[in-house]
T-cell receptor
């Protein structure tokens, strides 16, 4: 079984709709992240969480919200989807290195979201 | 503003030869760098990392070089194999909390 899973894998929705992307992990990591990938822009950080009670905005958090329901679950919501949120979304988890900082990130397979 | 840049969107190399992927950054506070590899329909997977206290890190066929004065890092793959064909992302961090990714370089290794 995959260590980091994302649901759904593909989603087409309409402008103005609320949509939730879900991420689950079995790696036992405290740190979880949401990124989006756009052509020519690479991966950009939307939100990250270091534990259930800790949520932080990333580079591009406007238009998004998150919920950390448990150590293993981190959801990303688009309250009112718009076409420029069409992208590939990745969830990631990480452990800490010997310095107590984020070590390698483990990514889920991605969710392809299309907003019409 | 893109803090991590990969100026070559694509690269083609013959099997057995060396692949060199480049990455430039603008933030002098970055002190931890990683390379990720991504196949289609999959998430990125970690390849190799380097701390700013080093200028080279090697892992099998993969070597990462860091030139702090030039704010440049490169990934060398030697010898290149067809299975190395993928998109490669470099990433950098200054706090160990947020990572900034480059735009990716698509490597094709020709058999």
């Amino acid at each position: 079984d995959a260590d980091v899973t994302q649901t759904p894998r593909n989603r087409i929705t309409k402008t103005g709709k609320r949509i939730m992307l879900e991420c689950s992990q079995t790696k036992g990591h405290d740190r979880m992240y949401w990124y989006r990938q756009d052509p020519g822009l690479g991966l950009r950080l939307i939100y990250y969480s270091f534990d259930v009670k800790d949520i932080n905005k990333g580079e591009i958090s406007d238009g998004y919200s998150v919920s950390r329901q448990a150590q293993a679950k981190f959801s990303l919501s688009l309250e009112s989807a718009i076409p420029n949120q069409t992208a590939l979304y990745f969830c990631a988890t990480s452990d800490l290195n010997f310095n107590g900082l984020t070590d390698t990130q483990y990514f889920g397979p991605g969710t392809r979201l299309t907003v019409l | 503003d893109q803090q991590v840049k990969q100026n070559s969107p694509s690269l083609s190399v013959q099997e057995g030869r060396i692949s060199i992927l480049n990455c430039d950054y603008t933030n002098s506070m970055f002190d931890y760098f990683l390379w990720y590899k991504k196949y289609p329909a999959e998430g990125p997977t970690f390849l190799i990392s380097i701390s700013s206290i080093k200028d080279k890190n090697e892992d099998g066929r993969f070597t990462v070089f860091l030139n702090k004065s030039a704010k440049h890092l490169s990934l060398h793959i030697v010898p290149s194999q067809p299975g190395d064909s993928a998109v490669y992302f470099c990433a950098a961090s200054s706090t160990g909390n947020q990572f900034y990714f480059g735009t990716g370089t698509s490597l094709t290794v020709i058999p």
